[in-house]
């Protein structure tokens, strides 16, 4: 029974090759983009995972607008010289607990990850 269903199958191939070879490129190229929005969306869904508390890590935002390129939203970071900044957003935001420093020894000791 199966193989006659591949002859057949097999015969309209050879029948109609240019709508054949359009299809089976449609659904190839369909499969590989598919396969690359899964891969996003698993590297986007376990990235920072290396940490203990990688349930707990999230970024700070901020939103402005530009004069010259109208409205921007970009993170917000904390180096040496803006600790205040982090104290200041530990007090308005008690939910947050800690944050790490850019160009700190705890931001190099305890944001390493390894692979």
């Known amino acids: 029974m199966f193989k006659n ?8 191939l050879i029948r109609n090759r ?13 499969i590989a983009v598919s396969m690359l929005i899964g891969l996003w969306i698993y590297d986007e869904l376990s990235f920072n ?3 203990r508390n990688y349930d707990r ?13 109208g409205p921007f ?4 970071i904390l180096d ?7 104290h200041r957003i530990i007090f308005l935001q008690p939910e947050i607990k800690n944050y790490p420093v850019k160009g700190s020894l705890w931001a190099k000791v305890h944001l390493k990850c390894s692979h």
């Open 5 to 12: 269903y591949f002859k057949v199958a097999w015969r309209n």
């Open 18 to 30: 240019t709508s054949s070879l359009i299809n089976v490129s449609g659904l190839a190229v369909g």
């Open 49 to 51: 995972k290396c940490h």
């Open 57 to 69: 890590i999230a970024q700070i935002m901020t939103r402005g607008v530009d004069p010259k390129d």
């Open 73 to 76: 939203v970009t993170p917000i």
């Open 80 to 86: 040496i010289s803006s600790r205040r900044r982090g």
